[in-house]
Nanobody, 117 residues
């Protein structure tokens, strides 16, 4: 059974930082592309950051230079370091893993991030 368990969300003031974690089980983690998506109220889910099995990264323009995605294959965990947070970053953040060749995707349950003073 595949599980993705996110943690690290919460309430933070503008300009603050948070680190999200997503621990995976039930898959060969290193073979998957890992990503973080977010969904704000009334808006579609959007890609925030992605890291391929080879370690290549890409970011949404709105977070580039502020957010960093990384992974620890030994711990089956992907991280999202979020700095200089803005109220517009408020959303539910979802962890995603995708096996390109097998066309299989799994999602975490989501963690709320609220940026407010």
């Amino acid at each position: 059974q595949v599980q993705l368990v996110e943690s690290g969300g919460g309430l933070v003031q503008p300009g603050g930082s948070l680190r999200l974690s997503c621990a995976a089980s039930g898959i060969i983690f290193s073979l998957y592309t890992k990503g973080w998506y977010r969904q704000a109220p009334g808006k579609p889910r959007e890609l925030v950051a992605q890291i391929t099995s080879g370690g290549n990264t890409n970011y949404a323009a709105s977070v580039k230079g502020r957010f960093t995605i990384s992974r620890d294959n030994a711990k089956n965990t992907v991280y999202l370091q979020m700095n200089s947070l803005e109220p517009e970053d408020t959303a539910v953040y979802y962890c995603n893993v995708r096996h390109i060749m097998l066309d299989i995707t799994y999602w975490g349950q989501g963690t709320q991030v609220t940026v407010s003073s």
